[in-house]
C-alpha cells in the first residue's frame, strides 16, 4: 500500500501562491494516477486537480480556473501543486491521493495523505 505524505502548506495573503508536494513510499509511483483534494470546514471533501500516471492528462476542479497547477516528478516519486492567486476561499485542508483508476482520481480518491493545512487571509 503506497504511503503519502503532503508539504507545503501554510498561510499566505489573498493573491499569493503555495506549492504543495506530495511524496510517495513507493518505487511503483509511476503506476498509481496522482491527485489533490480539498476540505474547508464544514464542506465535503472536494476534487482539486489529478493527474494520470503518465503525466499526459490533466483535470482541474471547475472551481480552479487557470489557477493551479499539477505536476509529477517519477524521479522524486513526487507530486506537486502549483497554486496561484489564492483567495480566502481556498482556505482548506489538501489532501494527496493515490488512485489505481481515473474514475476514482476524479471522484473519491483512494489511498490518502494525512493532508496539510492551507489558510489564506483576506
Known amino acids: 500500500q503506497v504511503q503519502l505524505e503532503e508539504f507545503g502548506g501554510g498561510l499566505v495573503q489573498a493573491g499569493g501562491s503555495l506549492r504543495l508536494s506530495c511524496a510517495a513510499s513507493?518505487?511503483?509511483?509511476?503506476?498509481?494516477?496522482m491527485g489533490w483534494f480539498r476540505q474547508a470546514p464544514g464542506k465535503e471533501r472536494e476534487f482539486v486537480a489529478g493527474?494520470?500516471?503518465?503525466?499526459?492528462?490533466?483535470y482541474y476542479g471547475r472551481f480552479v480556473k487557470g489557477r493551479f497547477t499539477i505536476s509529477r516528478d517519477s524521479s522524486k516519486t513526487t507530486v506537486y501543486l502549483q497554486m496561484n492567486s489564492l483567495t480566502p476561499e481556498d482556505t482548506a485542508v489538501y489532501y494527496c491521493?493515490?488512485?489505481?483508476?481515473?474514475?476514482?482520481?476524479?471522484?473519491?480518491?483512494?489511498?490518502w495523505g494525512q493532508g496539510t493545512q492551507v489558510t489564506v487571509s483576506p
Open positions: 493527474i494520470t500516471r503518465s503525466g499526459s492528462s490533466k
Open positions: 491521493t493515490a488512485t489505481e483508476t481515473i474514475d476514482a482520481l476524479l471522484t473519491r480518491g483512494n489511498y
Open positions: 513507493e518505487r511503483t509511483f509511476s503506476t498509481y494516477h
